[in-house]
C-alpha cells in the first residue's frame, strides 16, 4: 500500500491542477466587443467584456491608455469610424492580468469613463479639451520671473532616520512650493490662497520623503517669494536627483476640475509618467493629463523635474477638497509612491 500511495496522490494533484487551470481559463474575462460612435459633438467608444472589469484611464500627452484589470485582449470585434479626434487604437496585453486600449489622439481631449455594473459594459467618452490653466500659468511667469524678489532661503532637511534598507536612502529631492510673498497664486473659491496651499504640501510631502530616507530641499519654508532665475540657479547647483514643482491650478471656468502634470526635457518624460499616475490613483480627482509645456521651471531644471497641478482651486468641490489636509497627505503618499516607482524602475 505505501508504494501506491505517491502514484495516487500525484494522480489527485494533477487532476486537480487541471481542473482548476480549466475553470479559471474558462472564467478569464475578454474585452469582446467595441463600438465606436459619435454623438452630441461627442467620440464614445462602447467596450464590452465576457466578465465584470473596472476599466482605468490614464492620459499622457496624445495616448490615452485604457486599462481592463483581469481582462486578455482575445480578438474583440472592432469597427473603426472616422473621428477628429481619434487617429487610432490599438490592443494589447499590458501584462499577463491587464487588457489595454492605446488611443492615438490627434488633439488635446478630455475624457470620462464610465464602467456600467451588470451589463459588462464600458463607456469611454472623448471630447475637445475644455480650456485650462496653460494661459495663466504662462501670463504668471511672464509678470513674476524678471522681477526682482526676496532672497532665497532654501532649508535642507536630513532623513528621519538613516536606514540602509530604505527606498529613498542617498536620493537628494527638491520641492518647490509655488507662489509665496506678495505673489498668492490662485485665489479659489475660498481663503486659503494657492502659496499657503503649496507650502503647507510640500511640507507634507517633504516628511514622507525624508522617512522614506531621502534628503529633502525646500526652496522656500515661510511665506516670500523669490526669483524663479534665482530658484533655478541654486536647485541646479546642488547636484539633486529631482525637482517637484508644486502648484494648483485655476481657471475662469469653475467647471473644470482635475489633476495635471506638466514636463519639458525629455530626460523628465519617465519621471513625469510615473508622476502623473501615481498623483491621479492617489487622490482620484478627473485625469487631465500629462503635458509637455516649457514652464520656466521644468524647461530649465538639469535635472528630471515635473510640475504638479493636482486640483483646480477655481472648483468650488475640489477647492474644498484640496483645502483639507486629509487630501494633502493622501496627495504626500501619492507623491512619494511616483517618487519610488520611477528610483525602482530605472537602470543602473
Known sequence: MRNLRAPVFCFLLSTFYFLFSFISYAETVRLDRIEMKRDRGYDYLDVYTTGWSEAKGLLLENKLYIDFPGAVVGQPEFLKRKSKRIADIAFEQKDK???????????????????????????????????????????????????????????????????ADLPLRGKTIILDPGHGGDDPGAAGCGSLPEKELTLLTARACAERLREAGAAVILTRDEDRRSNLRDVMSFANGTNADIFISIHYNSTEN?????????????????????????????????????????????????????????????????????SSASFREKLAGSILKGVKEYFGSRTH
Open 97 to 163: 492580468t491587464t487588457a489595454r486600449l492605446v488611443i492615438t489622439l490627434k488633439k488635446s481631449v478630455d475624457y470620462d469613463i464610465v464602467n456600467v455594473f451588470g451589463r459588462d459594459k464600458t463607456v469611454i467618452e472623448i471630447g475637445d479639451r475644455l480650456d485650462g490653466g496653460f494661459t495663466r500659468q504662462f501670463a504668471w511667469e511672464t509678470k513674476i520671473a524678471g522681477k526682482k524678489g526676496a532672497p532665497l532661503k532654501p532649508v535642507k532637511l536630513a532623513p528621519v532616520v538613516a536606514r
Open 254 to 322: 469653475g467647471r473644470i476640475a482635475g489633476s495635471e502634470t506638466y514636463y519639458h526635457n525629455p530626460v523628465s518624460r519617465r519621471f513625469a509618467e510615473a508622476m502623473h499616475e501615481a498623483v491621479v490613483r492617489g487622490v482620484g480627482e478627473k485625469d487631465r493629463g500629462l503635458h509637455r509645456v516649457p514652464f520656466y521651471t521644468v524647461k530649465n531644471a538639469r535635472m528630471p523635474s515635473v510640475l504638479l497641478e493636482p486640483a483646480y482651486l477655481s472648483n468650488e468641490e475640489e477647492y474644498e477638497r484640496a
